[in-house]
């Protein structure tokens, strides 16, 4: 039978008070986990196709994934949840998502849902997890966010890998006339650390390899990642990886990785990881997590596998795409979508006052209290994301994420600028206290939008367009700038990167994602301003071109006093401090 199950979770609240609720990692143990195999079978997926990973993570065979888009496969609608710029305020994207997935099947609705996989890096540093809160969570919680079925370290493998036979050739004879100066793959971990963002590598003699300058960038920044989410088989995988230019001979001409032989081992090593990973939400909806770039660096997309089958496998699958719409919905809808021909039905554009009145100028210490002009010139921030999800052809409505400290005055605000000035429908949602019942309204007009047949879903720009033009498209439509300006280096590689033949790929921007702008500092919706580029990157397996912007770094740093200080083990061996 489809339809709502009993919740499983402790008791919810019967107010909104903060110390009514307990933390994530106290709700996540508290809650009653169905076996894997019991979620598989409510997503339709047979014992044969599963292979578990302990009690409660499973993969999903390959084979069973690649057929769910034959004839006898649902044809899901896709629901994608973005968000306003982020502040330190909070947004709640991911909570939402899993919210709205369990609201769904509060209304009797087939639905999944498909998150990524979180990053050690910024669950040692400063962001925290990323498996949802309150009771909105994916769950086991604790080994999501940790090593999970390992598919993180298979990707960061298969990236050294790569990284260790380009620099064993040039040592071994140099076949290929590699220019060391021209090495461009670089080194991957996941984990922040700013020392390793340039190095020098082969020092200490002739038997050490041969010195250059080299550097590391966190896994979610790999092209292996993008490649590993944007593919739909493994031999598209392996086909992906062969395309990848990692360096160029003395006389510039480009090196792959397939002229070093190398995407057959590279493939060896993500072949078990591809598989995309099954867990359960608190309320038993089953849920894809699996592949994780980051959305102000990379794409910001969990993998095409994981949402192909999810789509299908139920009628309404809700997906997110990484930080605010300026990135991780252009880059859902300019990358994944174009790449796989995917067509969202709908979008959630998750905000919340707190956030909103920090872009309205309200410092992150008077929050707390209510302050309606903050938040009505906050609101531009928001209007700008609505209006941009529109141009791509896809209809919006507006989540409002709510906080415990949140007046009636505020959400009423929101939903009347949202109806008369932004002609969106603006939902509140009590998902994080309430579960799933806290997002029935959303889940009840989502199906309705999704269902309007309104959605006419089209890319930004055209591929045939030179790869600074669509930049320019990028800047002007979604950010609001004036222009764009380029580094003298940065015009000459995109230079070399059309007269490869590689002007026809889409645009992967990396930008800071607190604002609209490359300058952190500019809020709400900021115009008129000039995105610098400083660095281009060619991800010629994962088909797009990387646009360094500002002073976004591919490699994070740890903050002063990073979360892993306060993360450790209690007397009985649970981890504590994880958020």
Known sequence: MIGPLPFRAPLLPTNNRISAVPSDIEIARAAMLEPISAIAERAGIPESALEPYGRHIGKVALDFVTGRSGANARNGKLILVTAINPTPAGEGKTTTTVGLGD???????????????????????????????????????????????????????????????????????????????????????????RSLRQIVSGL??????????????????????????????????????????????????????????????????LKDALAPNLVQTLEG?????????????????????????????????????????????????????????????????????????????AKKTDLGREDLPALRKGLANLGRHVANVRKFGVPPIVGINHFTGDTQAEHDLIAKVCKEEFDVEAVQCRHWADGGKGTVKLAERVVALADSGKASFKPLYPTAMPLADKMRVIAREIYGASDISLDARAATRLAEIEAMGFAQLPICVAKTQYSFAADASLLGAPSGHVVPVREVRLSAGAGFVVMICGDIMTMPGLPRHPSSEKIGLDAKGAIEGLF
């Open 103 to 193: 609201g769904l099947r509060k209304i009797g609705k087939r639905a999944m849902i498909a998150l990524r996989e979180p990053s050690l890096g910024p669950c040692f540093g400063m962001k925290g997890g990323a498996a949802g809160g309150g009771y909105a969570q994916v769950v086991p919680m604790e080994q999501i966010n940790l090593h999970f079925t390992g598919d993180f370290h298979a990707i960061t493998s298969a990236h050294n890998l790569l990284a260790a036979l380009i620099d064993n050739h040039v040592y071994w004879g140099n076949e290929l006339d590699i220019d060391p100066r021209r090495v461009t793959w670089r080194r991957v971990l996941d984990m922040n650390d």
């Open 204 to 269: 200490g003699g002739a038997a050490n390899g041969v010195p250059r300058e080299a550097g590391f960038d966190i896994t979610v920044a790999s092209e292996v990642m993008a490649i590993f989410c944007l593919s739909r088989s493994l031999e598209e995988l392996q086909q992906r990886l062969s395309r990848m230019v990692v360096a160029q001979t003395h006389g510039k001409k480009a090196i792959t990785a397939a002229d070093l032989q190398a995407p057959g081992a590279m493939t060896v090593l």
């Open 285 to 361: 909806t089953p849920a894809f997590v699996h592949g994780g770039p980051f959305a102000n660096i990379a794409h910001g997309c969990n993998s095409v596998m994981a949402t192909q089958a999810a789509l299908g496998l139920s009628d309404y699958l809700v997906t997110e795409a990484g930080f605010g719409a300026d990135l991780g919905a252009e880059k859902f809808f300019d990358i994944k979508c174009r790449s796989a021909g995917l067509s969202p039905a709908a979008a959630v554009i998750v905000a919340t006052a707190r956030a909103l009145k920090m872009h309205g100028g």
